[in-house]
């Protein structure tokens, strides 16, 4: 799968959102290592803390599905910034997938990569426990 197919499936994928608050729709594809693809969407709640972020979603579908080793994850959102995974979603990432190539595009269809260690260094991980 190319790197714009991917973008592609997140870009579908927000238009599933959940937004009424923010207004700030985001989708997400992860692409696991056997090749299948999980879509997510921002989910928002009226309780700020409920919410979920669509990188998150797509990670606990593959997860509830029983995988476990991911590639990369596009990340598109409708705006003129490329966007990239919050701090909370990196972290989750990063139990899974600490090496994971991030696809972040933006609305002109654009994108950057970058790989999880360069955006989350000296990460915590289950090594420490």
Do not use: W
């Not at 490329?82 to 972040?104: M, S």
């Amino acid at each position: 799968m190319t790197d714009r197919e991917l973008i592609t499936q997140a870009m579908h994928a927000s238009i599933h959102a959940y937004a009424p608050y923010s207004k700030f729709r985001v989708g997400a594809a992860l692409e696991c290592q056997d090749g299948t693809v999980f879509t997510g969407c921002n989910v928002e709640n009226a309780a700020l803390g409920a919410s979920i972020c669509a990188e998150r979603c797509a990670v606990l579908k593959a997860i509830s599905e029983g995988k476990r080793k991911f590639l990369r994850i596009a990340v598109y959102s409708q705006s003129a910034d490329y966007c990239v995974p919050c701090g909370t979603c990196r972290q989750v990432l990063c139990e899974f997938a600490p090496e994971i190539e991030l696809l972040c595009a933006r609305s002109d269809g654009r994108y950057v990569s970058y790989r999880l260690r360069d955006l989350l260094p000296h990460s915590f991980t289950k090594d420490f426990l």
